[in-house]
């Protein structure tokens, strides 16, 4: 640190100094899309059978192979549109950062930092690389993210900062010495922060179908290979036959239509200037029981307005000490900059010594002005204890207003010891706040959806709890000072939570007990916030969301940004993610249903070594008609169903008693129509009309509730199968002869049984919602 200035760096020097270079979060490369859409163990499972039905079989029984091309085209071309939205978004959440370079300050992009930069710092800053303090005016950090101790650091000149830490309280500058890869937060989360779909209920479910139904298709396809060929004189007939249960067997639409609603969900939320940096946030907001708000910057707009100063002596200068003491702060917080808008010059005199600056556990900032005293501005209920002064703000807070006290003291009281010296109160203060204009909307909302509302604020409970009954939040006037709840008592702090829903003067680490707490009640809770005070909070929570005018620190560790700061967005959040996780179950159950038909068909046919009830073109038509194209449009559906845990038990509970009853109707209606004088193609035909009935049942249970577009869907897509066996060179096509009134009224009734079963069975389990 020898010779070094505080100029920072020359243009010369950033030019030729190594970079920030650092991947986003928010997506992965080009190249990962089109290896996660191409290269499945699945694509090359019906890579393979493609090419046996290429050259054992008839072209037309290859119509399964373009289904997987147009699903992967799908997939990479949806994805990529939730990267452009995911990028582009990134970069506008990605706040400045200031340096001093030629010895000016400017504002720079993160990825414009070099190694060697002088970084300044501001309360609500967060720490990008890893450096060396040079210049520190009361300068706090907090490590906790990092090493989990809970106590700010106060930083010295010469003391290490890390990547990853945030800026409590005070300002000061460091050097850059580590950075991209090598800052310490880089390194320690580069593994957890590459993009992933999702780690959660929802996908682990459908990964665990997956690899289950994959260990189930090798021995089972094995059989059904032996048995087709056992059966059959001819080889084409026989591999035809096993290609058409194998592939029947495989969910290969599944992953396709779940990445969609992912990332459809993503690109909706980004036309609202709503930024998900983590897509397993999709799912969060599905599942949200408990929303706790921030009151500033959330229920109240960001920014106040100084209403009134209130002497409590008048033998003292009011005005001069509380103008010199707010323009004592280099970074101030809102509430200094409401009383600097407000009297813009300070007076001469009063000059600045020791400082302490506000940080939100301390809820004070003072400053000593040298033979004309100690200044301090506050939290009255901290500062003051008893009298007059404390009587008029406990008033005065009732009313939602912000109230601070002016006190004088003989010196400044030592941050670690709080207001521990004798404290003067000289006046009152108060600040206009101004309550959201789509706050009580909102707030209706959510009370209509189920989700219970908790009010968390650093303020005065009185006052919060005003502003929380005038927007009629339930149980409004149900308040409690956080000074007064048990510290290590999690069970009672969470009976608590339940009982209250406002919650004034709480601290940062009371924040993240009160997240834990609920969590430990079984609640899912979303934490919104802007302020550096809340960012335990939010990363604690099952969803952290964020305003777009918050500090950097807690834009970086909210899995969600409101970019515009607009808390009437929150209900769309919540909304797309419970419409993304009900529309994945829906198309869950039917793709599922198919897999388990096919896999009992295929025991049934491996184990009586007969013919394969259809042919591949044949499974291609259904599974279109009852699986790939309404999945398309069920998967994109609205819905305000509240997620349910028990994703895996639930589609399972629907899907293998529809599956079994499925496979059951089409093997009777097989075994019935091959009894009389017909071909193979005859027989194969009954099979497909009760193997479509009985499917086309099962997407009408799915499709509940039945409003006009849902009707209109599963509607024309039995109007359409319909066509397909009157019109003549589809049915050459698809290798279908019906005719026969016996037969084809046979698959009908053997359907419509099946169809009567299947509705018992969901019933029984009660695993849809209608």
């Given amino acids: 640190m020898v010779g070094l200035t505080l100029d920072g760096l020359t243009a010369a020097q950033v030019a030729a100094a190594k970079p920030n270079d650092v991947p986003r979060r928010s997506s992965r ?54 990267k452009r939205t995911l990028d582009k978004l990134a970069v506008v959440n990605e706040a400045p950062v200031r340096v001093r370079r030629d010895g000016a300050e ?61 800026v409590v309280a005070g300002s000061g500058a460091f050097v850059a010495t580590k950075v991209g890869t090598d800052a310490y937060a880089v390194r320690l989360a580069e593994e957890a922060s590459k993009f992933h779909l999702a780690h959660s209920e929802l996908r682990e479910g459908v990964s665990n179908f997956i690899k289950y139904i994959t260990w189930l298709v090798i021995p089972i396809g094995a ?21 058409a249960g194998i592939v029947t067997m495989i969910p290969e639409g599944l992953v396709l239509m779940t990445s969609i609603a992912f990332a459809v969900g993503v690109v909706r939320l980004g036309r609202r200037r709503c930024l998900v940096q983590e897509l397993p946030a999709i799912e969060g907001l599905a599942r949200v029981d408990v929303l706790c708000l921030d009151k500033t ?38 509430t200094a900059q409401a009383i600097r808008d407000r009297y813009a010059t300070p007076a001469e005199g009063w000059t600045a010594g020791e400082s302490v600056p506000f940080s939100s556990a301390r809820k004070w900032s003072g400053t000593d002005f ?3 005293g100690a200044w301090v501005l506050g939290a009255p209920d901290v500062l003051l204890h008893d009298g007059d002064g404390y009587d008029r703000a406990a008033a005065l807070a009732t009313t939602g207003a912000r109230v601070l006290a002016l006190c004088r003291a003989d010196r400044l009281p030592d941050p670690g010891d709080g207001a521990a010296v004798a404290l003067e109160p000289v006046a009152l203060v108060t600040l206009k706040q101004r309550v959201r204009p789509d706050a009580d909307e909102t707030l209706r909302y959510f009370a209509k959806q189920g989700v219970t509302v908790k009010v968390i604020s650093g303020d005065n409970p009185e006052a919060v709890a005003a502003i929380a009954t005038g927007l009629g939040i339930p149980d409004g006037d149900r308040f409690l000072d956080a000074r007064t709840l048990p510290d290590d008592d999690q069970q009672k702090l969470g009976e608590l939570l339940e009982d209250h829903a406002v919650f004034g003067r709480v601290t940062p680490q009371q924040k993240r007990k009160f997240v834990a707490a609920l969590q430990a009640r079984g609640h899912t809770v979303a934490m919104t916030g802007d302020g550096v005070n809340d960012v335990l909070a939010l990363k604690d929570a099952d969803l952290g969301i964020a305003m777009g005018a918050g500090s950097p620190a807690t834009k970086a560790v909210a899995q969600v940004v409101l970019l515009d700061n607009k808390f009437a967005t929150l209900p769309y959040v919540v909304g797309e993610g ?33 013919m394969f009830p259809f042919a591949p073109r044949h499974s291609t038509l259904v599974n279109a008609l009852t699986i790939g194209i309404p999945a398309f449009f069920l998967a994109l559906a609205p819905t305000l169903e509240r997620a349910r845990s028990g ?62 577009w849902r009707v209109l869907l599963v509607g024309s897509m039995a109007v359409a199968f319909g066509l397909g066996l009157s019109l003549p060179f589809v049915r050459d096509f698809f290798a279908l002869e019906p005719g026969n009134l016996v037969k084809d009224l046979t698959a009908v009734g053997v359907a419509v049984v099946a169809a009567v079963l299947i509705s018992a069975a969901v019933k029984v389990a009660g695993t849809l919602r209608t």
């Avoid at 059978?49 to 192979?65: K, S, T, V």
């Avoid at 720490?127 to 906790?144: K, M, N, T």
């Avoid at 059904?224 to 096993?242: E, M």
């Fill in 578 to 610: 419970r419409r993304v996780l009900a529309n994945i179950e829906r198309v869950s159950n039917l793709f599922l249903t198919k897999t388990f038909y096919a896999i009992v068909l295929s025991l049934a046919v491996g184990v009586a070594g007969v």
């Fill in 223 to 243: 059989l059904l290979i032996y048995s087709q060929l056992s059966s059959s004189v001819d080889f084409g007939t026989a591999i035809t036959g096993a290609v």
């Fill in 370 to 372: 040298g033979e004309r």
């Fill in 106 to 166: 400017r504002e720079i992009h993160p990825r414009e930092i070099v190694l060697g930069d002088l970084i300044l710092l501001a309360p609500g800053d967060r720490l990008l690389v890893d450096g060396d303090v040079v210049r520190s005016d009361g300068l706090e950090v907090d490590e906790s993210l990092l090493t989990g101790e809970a106590d700010p650091v106060h930083k010295k000149p010469g003391d290490h900062v890390l990547s990853g830490s945030f």
């Fill in 647 to 708: 994703f895996v038990r639930r589609v399972l509970r629907f899907a293998v008693p529809s599956g079994v009853l499925c496979a059951a109707a089409v093997l009777v209606s097989f075994w019935l129509a091959h009894r009389g004088d017909s071909t193979l193609v005859q027989d194969q035909t009954s099979a497909v009309i009760t193997l479509f009935l009985a499917t086309w049942w099962v997407l009408v249970l799915i499709a509940r509730p039945l409003t006009w």
């Fill in 29 to 82: 490369s080009f190249s990962a899309i089109i290896r996660a859409n191409v290269f499945t163990l699945f694509n090359l499972v019906i890579g393979v059978l493609w090419a046996l039905i290429l050259i054992f079989g008839e072209w037309q029984d290859g119509l399964f192979g373009l289904v997987i091309v147009a699903n992967a085209l799908i997939g990479i071309v949806q994805e990529l549109r939730a």
């Fill in 297 to 334: 910057g959330t229920l109240t707009a960001g920014g106040m307005e100084l209403d009134e100063v209130l002497p409590l002596r008048h033998d003292q200068p009011v005005t001069d000490a509380l103008t010199a003491l707010c323009h004592a702060d280099p970074q101030p917080n809102a």
